[in-house]
């Protein structure tokens, strides 16, 4: 009798019987799935999963076991995946190995209390890997729900600002149809983290255009620098600390995919497009403005501008999503 505490196992094979026999031999221990070939198997992954355990047999027409596996763990890298095959050569268990990931690699016929102990080995892997990521997920927002308070805390202003600046880049990520907006947010809501080593007065005075000393200068120049350093240290935020880092850097004259210079430019083109809005330029002439700056301003993001509404940004959305 199953339960939602089985663990879900998906069998594949192109012969009936194996099949049968695998479904038997497990049937007792987990939630069996079977699928007759590879592309049935990325169906079934695809429409039925998660599973915590696929085991697959080596040679089946149209897709064999390597490459099924190997596209089960693009599709499903927390998927823990064995390898069942009367072909024990040396060369056929290493390419299993490098190319799908293979958690174990088991030889036809195999005994059933090895089978299901290697199942069991494999769930429990799986189970480990969902905590674990649970656990990193539950730490990032965390972590990042703390910085922007402590923002808020010691620099209402910048906090302000960094709102401001999430609104633009999620409208920005939004209109370009970028997947995954919320690592482009995050970096808009921390980008002005730095700038807690600056003193109100100084990010007042910036808000406001008015002019800075020497020193002001070289303390705010230095925010992206500071801020990226801090969230550097934070797993999984590396590429969001290489953009806060590079906010403030000359644009190149590459047309740039990367997330990082991707990120990177949006927040310098949201940054510019606040500091102009907020000193009382109308949006579409700040827009205007930026996009005769081309070698400035990326003039696809600057473009993505165009429709936003000029308001304060609300921070909570991208802080759930974080880690999502």
């Known amino acids: 009798m199953k339960t939602d505490n089985v663990d879900k196992v998906l069998c594949v094979d192109d012969e009936a019987n194996v099949l049968s026999s695998l479904r038997r031999t497990l049937r007792r221990h987990f939630d069996v799935q079977t699928a007759p070939g590879?592309?049935?198997?990325?169906?079934?992954?695809?429409?039925?999963?998660?599973?915590?355990?696929?085991?697959?047999?080596?040679?089946?027409?149209?897709?064999?076991?390597?490459?099924?596996?190997?596209?089960?763990?693009?599709?499903?890298?927390?998927?823990?995946?064995?390898?069942?095959?009367?072909?024990?050569?040396?060369?056929?268990?290493?390419?299993?190995?490098n190319e799908g990931n293979i958690f174990r690699f088991l030889t036809k016929p195999c005994p059933g209390p090895m089978l299901i102990?290697?199942?069991?080995a494999a769930a429990e892997i799986h189970r480990l890997v969902r905590a674990e990521r649970e656990l990193l997920a539950g730490t990032l927002r965390g972590s990042v729900k703390v910085l922007t308070d402590v923002l808020a805390l010691v620099n209402p202003v910048a906090f302000g600002r960094a709102g401001r600046l999430k609104?633009?880049?999620?409208?920005?990520?939004?209109?370009?149809?970028?997947?995954?907006?919320?690592?482009?947010?995050?970096?808009?809501?921390?980008?002005?983290?730095?700038?807690?080593?600056?003193?109100?007065?100084?990010?007042?005075?910036?808000s406001a255009g008015r002019e800075l000393s020497a020193w002001e200068k070289k303390m705010y120049a230095s925010h992206p620098a500071t801020g990226g350093g801090l969230i550097a240290n934070i797993p999984r935020l590396e590429g969001v600390a290489g953009m806060i880092a590079a906010q403030q850097a000359p644009q190149t004259g590459e047309d740039c995919n990367d997330d990082v210079s991707v990120g990177a430019r949006m927040l310098k083109a949201a940054l510019e497009f606040d500091k102009r809005v907020t000193r009382g330029i109308p949006p579409e002439a700040a827009i205007a403005q930026m996009a005769g700056r081309p070698e400035e301003f990326d003039p696809k993001?600057?473009?993505?501008?165009?429709?936003?509404?000029?308001?304060?940004?609300?921070?909570?959305?991208?802080?759930?999503?974080?880690?999502?």
């Open 117 to 120: 102990k290697a199942v069991a």
């Open 301 to 324: 993001i600057v473009a993505a501008l165009d429709g936003v509404k000029v308001r304060p940004g609300r921070m909570s959305a991208a802080v759930e999503k974080t880690g999502s």
């Open 167 to 206: 609104h633009y880049v999620g409208h920005i990520a939004d209109r370009l149809g970028i997947a995954d907006a919320w690592k482009f947010e995050v970096a808009a809501m921390l980008s002005q983290i730095g700038c807690v080593t600056l003193p109100a007065e100084t990010v007042a005075k910036i």
């Open 38 to 97: 590879g592309r049935e198997g990325l169906c079934a992954v695809e429409k039925d999963g998660p599973f915590a355990v696929v085991v697959a047999d080596m040679r089946m027409p149209e897709m064999d076991g390597i490459e099924f596996l190997a596209r089960v763990k693009a599709a499903a890298p927390e998927t823990a995946r064995i390898m069942l095959t009367g072909n024990a050569d040396m060369e056929t268990a290493v390419r299993a190995v």
